[in-house]
Nanobody
Framework: QVQLVESGGGLVQAGGSLRLSCTAS????????MGWFRQAPGKEREFAAA????????DYADSVKGRFTISRDNAKNTVYLQMNSLKPEDTAVYYC?????????????????WGQGTQVAVSS
């Protein structure tokens, strides 16, 4: 059974930083593409960042490009999202997602497995 567990969310002031972690179990981690999505209150869940199974390829939403960095440690079955220069509009529940395959994906349908989410709140 695949499980994804996010951690690292919290409350931070605008301009601050947070690092989210997502640890996976029940899968061969280095064969799965990973993604981070976020959902703000009253809005659809949207893509934030993605990384290929090897970690060589990454993709970012325009809204986070240059501020967020996705990375992975296949030895620890963990994917990270380093978030810098946070803005109030980054406030959302952040979800980790996974699916088998080598290519990266930016659509919700590209991912079969989802975590429960971790809350990020950015105050102005």
């Amino acid at each position: 059974q695949v499980q994804l567990v996010e951690s690292g969310g919290g409350l931070v002031q605008a301009g601050g930083s947070l690092r989210l972690s997502c640890t996976a179990s029940g899968l061969t981690f280095n064969t799965y593409r990973m993604g981070w999505f976020r959902q703000a209150p009253g809005k659809e869940r949207e893509f934030a960042a993605a990384i290929s199974w090897s970690g060589v390829r990454t993709d970012y939403a325009d809204s986070v490009k240059g501020r967020f960095t996705i990375s992975r440690d296949n030895a620890k079955n963990t994917v990270y999202l380093q978030m810098n220069s946070l803005k109030p509009e980054d406030t959302a529940v952040y979800y980790c997602a996974a699916d088998l395959g080598s290519r990266i994906g930016s659509m919700r349908g590209d991912y079969r497995y989802w975590g429960q989410g971790t809350q990020v709140a950015v105050s102005s």
